[in-house]
């Protein structure tokens, strides 16, 4: 989001929710329009919990009229802002909202920070969320997609095509050590899909040093699981995330994620990535070179991973690996989604 505004000095933001703590760059300064239900989230209630209010919080936020282009970031319902006529609306889609279509069921069943009553009425609510994502969809005039593998989901749910900008990727704050530590790293928000089970019973079965940033619902279930060699360092910095990447034996990457910037700034700080082979990690991951694939997500296929790996962990090049992250760099970033939207006619 700090990088589409950075090609827009000025001009309005429009959010469902927002923390102003962690705003940075060129969005500190920026005029917000927030949603009513800025008011009770993240402040009162996490965001997750209010779903089912997102389409009624959306068609409350307008945008101004005269506006002549309108650029949403989008994973979930934003993209059904009401627009005045002839404003033009490019959609960032980071992916069709995996909760209301293909990971539908999996949200219900798994996620521990719904609770009964939430599933219960997640389950009640999913048939009108999805209409309204569907309208949504069609709000939208050209769709930019951040991996092929959303590019295809969105073919499929919306029966739309997208152009693929692979999304930008702060290289610059990681950097290559010759100062290997002995553990594992997964830094990822702890909720379901993220599949960060799988990492945790995988070394734990393993007896593996493994090393866990991140918050999220599935804290308390992961802790359960761990044995003594899992640590969890909760939220970190920065500074802090780079410099543990820097020094991990490899990064762990059991998801399927819609492109997975946490893998690549792992290879900017020179380090393999063990990865599913699935999702936007086949884009960002050269298996052999940089990283290492497995083909199912299960405890058994991490482990076997895990055990392929450790023969022929010195064979991985940092150098290949921070050359290879570079090409994910902000600058492409800006540079290609400027020449879709001057192609387009709306910059």
């Known amino acids: 989001m700090e990088e589409i505004a950075s090609l827009f000095p000025g001009a309005p933001v429009s959010t469902l929710v927002l923390n102003r703590a962690a705003l940075g760059g060129d969005l500190v300064d920026r005029r917000f329009t927030i949603s009513p239900l800025g008011l009770i989230a993240p402040r009162w209630v996490e965001h997750r919990k209010l779903l089912p209010l997102f389409p009624w919080a959306i068609r409350r936020l307008r945008v101004p009229q005269g506006t002549r282009l309108l650029v949403s970031s989008d994973a979930a319902l934003i993209k059904g802002m009401p627009r005045p006529p002839g404003c033009v609306h490019v959609c960032y889609c980071h992916t069709p909202p995996r909760y209301l279509w293909d990971q539908a069921d999996d949200y219900a069943r798994r996620s521990a920070g719904l609770g009964p009553g939430g599933r219960w009425l997640f389950r009640r609510t999913l048939a009108g969320l999805r209409r309204f994502d569907l309208r949504a969809a069609a709000n939208v005039d050209h769709f930019i997609a951040n991996s092929a593998t959303v590019a295809d989901r969105i073919r499929r749910t919306y029966g739309r095509e997208a152009v693929v900008i692979h999304p930008p990727v702060a290289v610059d704050r990681f950097a290559p050590t010759t100062a290997v530590g002995d553990y594992y790293l997964v830094v990822a ?48 910095g920065d500074a802090e995330v ?56 299960s405890v058994d296929g991490m482990m076997d991973a895990v055990r392929r790996f450790e023969p022929m962990a010195a064979s991985f090049d940092s150098d290949v690996c921070r050359t290879h992250a570079t090409t994910f760099a902000a600058a492409r970033f800006r540079r290609e989604l400027s020449s879709l939207l001057a192609t387009l006619g709306v910059l």
Do not use: N
Request: charge should be neutral.
């Open 242 to 297: 780079a410099a543990l990447m820097g020094s991990a034996r490899a990064f762990l990457h059991p998801q399927m994620e819609d492109f997975g910037i946490t893998a690549v700034e792992a290879q900017a700080a020179g380090r393999p990535v063990i990865a599913l082979r699935a999702g936007g990690a086949l884009e960002t991951v050269i298996d052999g070179r940089t990283g290492v694939f497995f083909d199912e997500a």
């Open 189 to 236: 928000e702890l909720v379901s899909y993220k599949r960060v089970d799988l990492a945790v019973e995988a070394c734990s079965r393993l007896g593996r040093r493994l090393v866990v940033v991140g918050d999220g619902p599935e804290l308390g279930r992961l802790k359960e699981a761990a044995a003594p060699s899992v640590e969890f360092r909760g939220r970190l």
